[in-house]
């Protein structure tokens, strides 16, 4: 593995040890070259995805991305990281068993909003607003007036 600070391609495994419910492999690396300590994750994948965007581009499945995208619409909500990780494992989990190697960003899009909606409405509201591309203040109230009532 090479060191993400010098670039040197010799690190040393220092710690290794099973994360996410024995889902991922965490290790600690050590630099010789500069001295630095850097965390690695292990995970497997069943198969390589590639996104295919409204406009036809295609990209890798960046497991990154929808995290950082759960992490914003729950930011200052009360949900730990352990839980967006599962719900990121879950997703991917979920897209690779569908069969195919090419997935349309609306079906994650989709299935990301399913997640928010279990685990924090005012998450899902954040997420939708910005997936659905709400221009006015009435997009919004249509859209919460046709959710179901908060218990």
């Known amino acids: ?3 993400p ?7 040393q495994v220092k710690d290794s040890r099973p994360t996410e419910e024995n889902a991922a492999i965490r290790r600690r690396r050590f630099c010789p070259g ?6 690695t994750f292990e995970r497997v994948q069943l198969r390589e995805l590639t996104v295919v965007k409204k406009d036809g581009r295609k990209t890798v499945f960046d497991r990154d991305k929808v ?6 619409a729950l930011r200052k909500r009360p949900v730990e990281q352990d ?7 879950g997703l991917q989990r979920r897209l690779e068993s569908l069969g195919e190697t090419e997935v349309p960003s609306k079906v994650i ?4 909003m399913e997640a928010l909606m279990e685990i924090d409405k ?3 509201v954040r ?3 910005v997936y659905k591309n709400f221009r006015e203040a009435k997009d919004f109230e249509d859209f919460v007036g046709s959710l179901d009532p908060i218990e």
């Open 1 to 3: 593995m090479r060191c």
């Open 122 to 124: 005012v998450a899902y």
């Open 83 to 89: 839980k967006i990780e599962r719900v990121v494992n």
């Open 67 to 72: 995290a950082k995208a759960l992490q914003v």
């Open 127 to 129: 997420f939708a607003s």
């Open 34 to 39: 500069c001295g630095s300590r850097f965390t």
């Open 109 to 112: 899009g989709e299935m990301i």
């Open 5 to 11: 600070f010098c670039g040197q391609s010799d690190t």
